[in-house]
């Protein structure tokens, strides 16, 4: 039943025509990962890589993410992984207010679907997406990286661990220590909670 869930949610993006990205997109790219997985992480938007495959994380940053996954002894298909649009914007530029506003539907169904222990936001404007859709103030990616954010008393299973977009270890070398180190703190995190992984397959 969930399966189908997901399914459908699927089709729905990938045919979606909500907003303009839409009209210039190759493939609207979902997201993938099991049906439940304990970690959730979030980008910005597809790049140019995940446009033409319709998946997420394909490129240079996609490799960064799989090498700070394997860091914690996880492997893609062990979480799901997203973005807050699912239509890349022309050249790449930043997703407009209007076109998250129309994709964040899609994002709280899928956080719904999945239902995740811990959400990492990764990068500065899902960091905010993040944090105002919780009500919480936003706080600098630059701040509050690598922290465990409790959202509020209505969702005690969950928590919020923002870190840096992956992308940015190419565009700003010194965030690579840093963001190994987050990664470092979120596996601790993970065995401290004791959450389990399983491959799964993804649904196609
Ligand atoms: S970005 Fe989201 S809302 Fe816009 S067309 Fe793509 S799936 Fe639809």
Redesign the pocket.
Known sequence: MEKEAVRQLKCE?TT????R??LT?TN?VPGEGPVHSELFFIGEAPGRNEDLTGRPFVGRAGTVLENLLATIGLQRDMVFITSI???RPPENRVPGKD?IA??EG?LQKQMDLTAPSILVPMGRLASELVFSHFGLPNIPIGHIHGQLVNPGPYHRDLSIFPVYHPAAVTHNPPIKGIIFEDFRVLGTIIEEKGLKFGHEKRVK
């Open positions: 993006i979606c025509t909500r907003c990205l839409s997109r609207a649009v699912k239509c076109e129309a994709c899609y």
